[in-house]
C-alpha cells in the first residue's frame, strides 16, 4: 500500500473514531421538536381581514377602552394592557414605569414579571418535551430524581396541582430545624430538591386525591426540563419557547439580571418592593415578557401546529372534580367551568408587587393580557372583559359594576389572600 494511501485510511478511520466519540458526548435529547415560526405574525393589524371582525365591534371596543380608564387610568395603575381575537389586537395601552425614579417608561418592548403566569409557559415546554417523546405525562418523580422520597408523584400530578407536595415558600415555618439552604441570599430549584430529599417535610395533602395549588410542583418541572434536555432551564426555555415562537422579548429572569430588568412596587406607591431568597426559583414564576410576546404564545396555543391535537386537548381538561365548583385546573392552565358548559381558561399571577391575568379563550380565540408592577388587586378585574366575547354570565355582571362605578377589583375570586403574604398566586 501506498504511503500516501495508508495516511489516508488512517485518517478517515481517525475521523470516524472522533464522529463516534464526540456523539457519545454531545448524547442530548433532541427536545427542539419542530414548531411552526410566529415570529413574522403581523400585530399591528386591527379587523383588517372581514372574516375576522366582531359583529359589535365598535361597542366592544367602547367598552373595553371604558374599562381600561375606569380601571387603569383612573386606578393610576403601571403595566401593560392587551387584547386581542386572533392575532388581531383591539386595544393595547402602556403607563408607568418599570424601574425606581420614573426609569424605564414601559412600551411594548417592555418585558414585564408575570409571577404564576410563567407556569402556563413551562406547562407548555414540557407538552413539548412530552410530544417529542423524551418524557411521559405517567412517569414518576423517582425516574427523574432517584432519592425523591414521596411515592405515585407523577409529572401529571405537578401540572394538574395534585401532587399534595408541601410549599417551598413555607418550608422555613415547617421544618425544624430551618434547613441551612434557606439563609442563602438566594436560594434555587435544586435546593427546593435537595430540601425535600433530605428533610422530607410532610406532604400538605395525600398525594393525587384532590386540586392544591403549589408553586413547588412547577419549581420541579423545572428541573425535569432541565435533566432532560441536559440544559439550564433559562436557556432551555429559549429554544422551546421564547425563539421558536418569536417571543424576542421574553426571558427567565436570573441574578444578572437583577440591575437591568423591570421592578415592582408597593400598592399605591413609588416605593419599591425588594427581592428576597425565593426570588431566583424559577418555573413557577420568573417569566419576563410583553403583552405582544404573549399573544404569540397564545396565538401558537390556538393553532393545530403547536402541539398533537390529542396532547393540547389534555390541557383544558378539569382534572380536580372531587369538590364541587366553578374553579377548575388542567395542565398549567386554571378554568371555570359554568352550569351552562361553557370554559373560561386563564392564569393569573401574584408575586411581590406584580399581578398579572392571561385569558385564553378557547372558542373565540381571544387573548387578554394584564400587567401590573404596582400592586393592585385591580388589575385581576381584566378577566371580566372575557364576557364580552363569550358567554361568561358572570364575568358579565362583574364588568358592569366596573363600568357603572363599582368596585373596580371586581373579578377577583381567584386571587389568593393579599394580606397574608407575597407569595406568588
Known amino acids: ?45 386591527v379587523f383588517s381581514d372581514a372574516d375576522r371582525q366582531l359583529d359589535n365591534k365598535a361597542q366592544i371596543l367602547s367598552q373595553i377602552n371604558n374599562y381600561y380608564d375606569m380601571v387603569w387610568e383612573r386606578g393610576n395603575l403601571s403595566g401593560s394592557f392587551l387584547v386581542a381575537k386572533g392575532d388581531d389586537i383591539l386595544v393595547e395601552k402602556y403607563r408607568g414605569f418599570g424601574r425606581e425614579n420614573s426609569q424605564m417608561p414601559i412600551d411594548k418592548d417592555t418585558p414585564l414579571h408575570v409571577a404564576s403566569v410563567s407556569k402556563t409557559m413551562t406547562a407548555m415546554a414540557v407538552l413539548k418535551l412530552v410530544e417529542a417523546g423524551k418524557l411521559s405525562l405517567e412517569d414518576d418523580l423517582t425516574k427523574f430524581f432517584p432519592k425523591f422520597p414521596y411515592p405515585n408523584i407523577t409529572v401529571f400530578s405537578l401540572l394538574s396541582q395534585r401532587s399534595g407536595l408541601p410549599k417551598y415558600e413555607h418550608f422555613d415555618q415547617s421544618i425544624k430545624p430551618k434547613p441551612a439552604e434557606l439563609d442563602k441570599a438566594f436560594i434555587t430549584n435544586q ?23 403549589c408553586n413547588t410542583n412547577f ?22 419557547l421564547f425563539k421558536a415562537l418569536g417571543m424576542d422579548h421574553s426571558f427567565i429572569f436570573q441574578e444578572k439580571d437583577i440591575p437591568t430588568a423591570a421592578q415592582s412596587f408597593y400598592n399605591g406607591q413609588n416605593r419599591l418592593y425588594p427581592l428576597d431568597n425565593l426570588d431566583l426559583i424559577y418555573g413557577d414564576k420568573n417569566v419576563y415578557t410583553t403583552p405582544r410576546d404573549l399573544l404569540k404564545f397564545s396565538t401558537a396555543m390556538f393553532s393545530d401546529d403547536f402541539l398533537k391535537p390529542e396532547l393540547k386537548a389534555k390541557i383544558f381538561e378539569p382534572y ?26 386563564y392564569h393569573n399571577g401574584w408575586w411581590h408587587g406584580s399581578n398579572t391575568v392571561f385569558v385564553h379563550l378557547l372558542k373565540s380565540k381571544v387573548t387578554i393580557v394584564a400587567l401590573g408592577n404596582k ?45 397574608a403574604s407575597h407569595y406568588s398566586e
Not at 425535600?196 to 395549588?213: H, I, Q, V
Request: charge should be positive.
Open 1 to 45: 500500500m501506498k504511503k500516501s494511501s495508508l495516511v489516508l485510511l488512517l485518517v478517515t478511520l481517525l475521523s470516524l473514531f472522533n464522529c463516534k466519540k464526540d456523539d457519545s458526548k454531545t448524547d442530548k435529547p433532541d427536545y427542539q421538536s419542530k414548531l411552526p415560526n410566529y415570529s413574522n405574525v403581523k400585530l399591528d393589524k
Open 191 to 213: 435546593d427546593v430538591l435537595n430540601i425535600l430529599e433530605r428533610d422530607k417535610p410532610e406532604l400538605a395533602r395525600p398525594s393525587n386525591t384532590g386540586f392544591m395549588y
Open 219 to 240: 419549581a420541579l418541572l423545572a428541573l425535569i426540563v432541565e435533566k432532560v434536555t441536559a440544559t439550564p432551564f433559562p436557556q432551555a426555555m429559549q429554544e422551546i
Open 320 to 345: 380536580s372534580n372531587e369538590k364541587a365548583g366553578v374553579n377548575n385546573y388542567g395542565l398549567g392552565f386554571r378554568m371555570k367551568v359554568f352550569d351552562n358548559g361553557e370554559k373560561l381558561t
Open 375 to 419: 400592586y393592585s388587586q385591580r388589575v385581576y378585574s381584566a378577566m371580566a372583559l372575557s364576557g364580552l366575547f363569550e358567554p361568561f354570565p358572570f364575568e358579565v355582571e362583574k364588568l358592569n359594576k366596573v363600568l357603572n362605578g363599582g368596585k373596580a377589583n371586581a373579578g377577583n375570586a381567584d386571587s389568593a389572600n393579599v394580606n
